[in-house]
């Protein structure tokens, strides 16, 4: 089959054949349908050592599937089943992963994959589509879910004015979730404004140009200084943007991967005596579920994150121009793209 592989830091990636995958006793192989291309990923390919990552390895984690193959002790999967898959893969047997929580398992790995034609996966991280959702679109479930653990996270109530540093795919999705769910004000803050309309499609209430004055701006277009601010970047000093932004006694949530450490000072979050959480991953047997019902469709539609729907062929030059700002948002690896 092709693959999209991983050779090392600095490397763009290249499209080669691999071996096909076979099930184990416990798995399932998919044809995949479609894979976003996540920031994580892009994280990934530059600091591999803290993910385990090394050459060969075949990024992807946003995948959705038909399964075309299962292993003997698969009982509650067929083949054309229509699947989204969870990409953290527990040992099946812990107290966590017994409560729909592999993310919390002592033996998790985050797997990958998904840039390719097919994937082997455990049949447990498998999820069967709602007849309303297409196929590719259930690559959107895992950020749709981490979006919506972000949230819960958050302890957002409805009414709460929600702040959000980031326009990216999660960011965004973090705005679809806080108006979903009842905010009054989402307001989206960036560097550029490329993703202004979509932000506003996908529920955002106002939006902001990162900066000198974001506090003030984001207080103007919020009604007041936000309840809760989240960090959806991932880069030194948001942080301490978002303490600084965030309301006295209000709570500012950590989601973006910050590789390499950051520095703020403390004294001003005790100051505001704020609270300070942080997120990562989701539940799969609650959130994951609510985030495929989502996909269903409404007046805010997680689908409007796509930007580009690609073959496997152009995939290394993509995932390199997205490490760059660009107009793109997500970007969908639909091997039978045509």
């Known amino acids: 089959m092709r693959a999209a592989i991983f050779d090392g830091v600095g490397i763009p990636l290249r499209i080669d054949r691999v071996e096909d995958p076979a099930p184990a006793a416990d798995e399932v192989v998919l044809r995949v349908a479609a ?40 009982t509650d999967l067929a083949l054309g089943d229509r699947v989204a898959v969870v990409p953290m893969r527990g040992c099946g047997h812990c107290e ?32 069967i589509l709602p007849e309303e959702v297409a196929l590719e679109d259930g690559a959107l479930a895992e950020p749709v879910s981490v979006a919506l653990h972000c949230v819960v996270r958050s302890g957002m109530k409805p009414g709460d004015r929600v702040a959000i540093l980031g326009a990216g795919p999660i960011g965004l999705l973090v705005a679809f979730w806080a108006r979903r769910l009842g905010a009054s004000r989402v307001v989206v803050a960036d560097l550029h404004s490329h993703q202004q309309e ?66 703020w000072d403390p004294f001003v979050a005790l100051s505001k005596e704020i609270d300070l959480v942080f997120s990562v991953f989701f539940h799969q047997r609650n959130e994951f579920g609510v985030a495929l019902d989502a996909l269903r469709g409404g007046p ?39």
């Open 35 to 74: 894979c976003g291309i996540c920031g994580s990923d892009l994280h990934i390919t530059e600091d591999p050592a803290p993910f385990g990552i090394g050459p060969g390895f075949v990024l992807g984690h946003e995948f959705a599937g038909e399964v075309v193959a299962r292993g003997a002790e698969v």
């Open 96 to 127: 966590t992963c017994r409560r729909g929580d592999p993310a919390r398992c002592a033996q998790m790995v985050l797997i990958g994959g998904g840039y390719a034609e097919y994937v082997r996966v455990a049949a447990r991280q498998c999820h």
């Open 198 to 263: 979509r932000a506003l499609a996908l529920g955002a209430t106002g939006f902001a140009l990162s900066g000198p004055g974001l506090s003030e701006n984001l207080a103007d277009l919020c009604g007041g200084a936000p309840d809760i601010v989240f960090e959806c970047v991932g880069k030194r000093g948001l942080i301490a943007a978002a303490v600084d932004a965030v309301r006295l006694q209000g709570r500012v949530v950590g989601v973006g991967l910050c590789v390499g450490g950051d520095q």
């Open 300 to 338: 805010f539609a997680p689908q409007a994150l796509v930007t580009e729907r690609i073959d496997l062929s152009p995939v290394p030059q993509i995932f390199e121009s997205l490490r760059r700002r660009t107009t793109q948002c997500k970007v969908l690896i639909e091997p039978e793209f045509a």
